[in-house]
């Protein structure tokens, strides 16, 4: 009889800590949410503390030629474009549709129950505004910085000839540069840096001065940087802001560790 009062104890104070077990989840369950809401409080406020200092800068050497391989490189992206451009362009037929326009040609087939209309497709917009956001930050000294020039040459070359894209180069680091780059600009980059990594106040430049002026044609950002922004909070906030203009954002690794991947 002891030992079976002494398991009906046990079993009495376990079931008495199951039933406490959900009121111990629920309050966690509270705290998480208030720690949420205190980060994405924190996150605004590190956003709104995002706008940068802007700067003008020298231009390059006038007629300065681009490096062989990221000639070649982006003549072999502007090809690609071009024919993914030229298809758009066109206007695209579907035969044999269930309701549309008539088809005279297919209608034999009507006989045997296939669709005998056609619809026409509309082309769509490829009138685009890109911003290519260059990471001259200290970290970015050496190979990793001719790597960065690099990707910003090949698409601002690439895209040249297209005159329903426009390009801007808007290089950054403790301070962001506003001017849109020529080639000799860019070529005369491959020995600057500017300090820290202000990524959160070039992307609020690019979304208010840059992309202020594109109406409503495509948007979209390539940030070329080796990540370690100066406040990851700032950043990711300015990146939902991206989110929230509908602009497309890209991120071109050079040498990112998944740390700072994780980041951005």
Do not use: Y
């Not at 950043?235 to 991206?242: D, G, P, S, V």
Request: hydrophobic share 40%; charged share 25%; glycine share 8%.
């Amino acid at each position: 009889q002891i030992e079976a009062l002494s398991q009906l104890k046990r079993e009495i104070g376990q079931l008495q800590a199951d039933e406490m077990r959900p009121l111990d989840l629920d309050a966690d369950a509270r705290r998480e949410l208030q720690t949420e809401a205190q980060d994405q409080e924190r996150l605004v406020a590190t956003a709104d503390d995002s706008s940068p200092t802007v700067s003008q800068w020298a231009k390059g050497k006038a007629g300065a030629a681009l490096p062989a391989h990221v000639a070649r490189q982006a003549a072999q992206l502007e090809a690609a474009l071009r024919s993914i451009f030229e298809s758009q362009d066109a206007r695209v037929t579907l035969s044999g549709c269930a309701s549309g326009r008539l088809d005279p040609r297919r209608l034999a087939a009507s006989q045997a129950g296939s669709g005998c209309f056609r619809r026409e497709l509309d082309s769509l917009d490829t009138s685009a505004h890109i911003a290519v956001l260059l990471d001259l930050s200290g970290s970015m000294m050496g190979d990793k910085l001719n790597a960065a020039v690099d990707a910003a040459e090949i698409i601002t070359a690439a895209l040249a000839n297209f005159t329903q894209v426009e390009v801007d180069v808007v290089p950054f680091g403790s301070t962001v540069l506003s001017a849109r780059a020529d080639i000799g600009t860019l070529e005369s980059l491959r020995t600057a840096t500017l300090g820290g990594t202000d990524t959160a106040g070039a992307i609020r430049h690019t979304l208010e001065a840059v992309f202020g002026k594109s109406g409503k044609r495509q948007k979209a950002m390539f940030i070329v940087t080796d990540g370690q922004p100066r406040s990851a909070g700032a950043t990711q906030a300015m990146l939902r802001e991206c989110r929230k203009a509908r602009v497309s954002v890209a991120t071109i690794g050079i040498q990112m560790s998944e740390t700072a991947g994780r980041d951005i």
